[in-house]
Nanobody
Framework: VQLQASGGGLVQAGGSLRLSCAASGRTLSSYRMGWFRQVPGKEREFVSAISWAGGGDTDYADSVKGRFIISRDNAKNTVYLQMNSLKPEDTAVYFC????????????????WGQGTQVTVSS
């Protein structure tokens, strides 16, 4: 599985960005897709996840609930993270990832990772 993240950039506080994660390499119908973020000196942290199958169950970190929306386009094999009401503390490198089984925020449970995309929110 190859994952390609894009959409990062510089935005003012209160603004919005949409990240994209294009997946390729194999059928992902049973996978879970996640977004994580990391700042220098800190551990990578869970942001959001979505299931490819069925209705697309979703999960969010408390810090982004009500502001971020994860979605998918099965036809394009792409997962999106719409980030609204951005805050300076959202500044980080954002990574998309895929896990073959299970459901949860643990970094170590994700099997495939894309390169990061930088999000910078200015105050």
């Amino acid at each position: 599985v190859q994952l390609q993240a894009s959409g990062g950039g510089l935005v003012q506080a209160g603004g919005s960005l949409r990240l994209s994660c294009a997946a390729s390499g194999r059928t992902l119908s049973s996978y879970r897709m996640g977004w994580f973020r990391q700042v220098p000196g800190k551990e990578r942290e869970f942001v959001s996840a979505i299931s490819w199958a069925g209705g697309g169950d979703t999960d969010y970190a408390d810090s982004v609930k009500g502001r971020f929306i994860i979605s998918r386009d099965n036809a394009k094999n792409t997962v999106y993270l719409q980030m609204n009401s951005l805050k300076p503390e959202d500044t980080a490198v954002y990574f998309c990832a895929a896990r073959r089984t299970g459901w949860g925020p643990e970094v170590r449970q994700y099997n495939y990772w894309g390169q990061g995309t930088q999000v910078t929110v200015s105050s």
